[in-house]
């Protein structure tokens, strides 16, 4: 059985920086891509970023050059560096392994506010 653990969540100003942290348990997960997805109020879940077992990226457009994903396999950690955050970053954010089948795997959230 997969387990996340999101963490890093809160409240930060305009152009502020938070870091997501998110702790991943199971056998085989390193193996596997994962990534970090986001839910505004009133909108569906959208991609924010992923990262390969390999450490290949992907971004959404609207946070490229500002948020950075890293993964650490030896601590089967993933962690989200957001930088230059903006009022429309304000989401809960979710990590998300994806397994053989593409099945996925799902934290329970943790929310950041983005506010002055």
């Known amino acids: 059985q997969v387990q996340l653990v999101e963490s890093g969540g809160g409240l930060v100003q305009p152009g502020g920086s938070l870091k997501l942290s998110c702790a991943a348990s199971?056998?085989?997960?390193?193996?596997?891509?994962m990534g970090w997805y986001r839910q505004a109020p009133g909108k569906q879940r959208e991609l924010v970023a992923t990262?390969?077992?390999?450490?290949?990226?992907n971004y959404a457009d609207s946070v490229k050059g500002r948020f950075t994903i890293s993964r650490d396999n030896a601590k089967n950690t993933v962690s989200l560096q957001m930088n230059s955050l903006k009022p429309e970053d304000t989401a809960v954010y979710y990590c998300?392994?994806?397994?053989?089948?593409?099945?996925?795997?799902w934290g329970k959230g943790t929310l950041v506010t983005v506010s002055s």
């Open positions: 199971g056998t085989g997960i390193t193996l596997y891509p």
């Open positions: 990262i390969t077992s390999g450490g290949s990226t």
């Open positions: 998300n392994i994806r397994l053989v089948y593409a099945i996925d795997y």
